[in-house]
């Protein structure tokens, strides 16, 4: 797993739940052509598919920090897309999701799930 900032450039930048989002304004390319938020961190990717990947992030908007997770897929270009799939949480939730995860994954494979 590789961390990677995207500092903000001198404008404020839209939220996720902004009615005025312009996704030019609040994503930043990275060198490698995929666009994350501004002032977010990549924190690790899980690979779904040939043509979709999860990316966790650390951000911060408003002043508040948050965890997000969002799915990203392969565009018409090659590079990796946000979808409109994600959300956003108060990083004190993130234990309390996990458990849940950790509930889901044992009972949709018992014998499976760690």
């Not at 849940?100 to 014998?111: F, M, Q, T, V």
């Amino acid at each position: 797993m590789q961390s990677k900032k995207i500092a903000h450039q001198g404008k404020t930048p839209a939220g996720p739940n902004d009615r005025n989002h312009d996704s030019a304004a609040a994503t930043k390319t990275r060198q490698d052509g995929d666009e994350l938020a501004q002032n977010d961190t990549l924190i690790a990717e899980v690979q779904k598919n040939s043509r979709e990947r999860l990316r966790v992030t650390v951000g911060e908007y408003k002043g508040h920090q948050y965890v997000g997770a969002r799915l990203w897929f392969v565009g018409t270009d090659g590079q990796y897309r946000p979808s409109r799939s994600g959300f956003n949480l108060r990083p004190e939730l993130v234990p309390e999701l996990i458990q849940a995860l950790g509930l889901a994954a044992r009972a949709a494979d018992p014998n499976g799930a760690r």
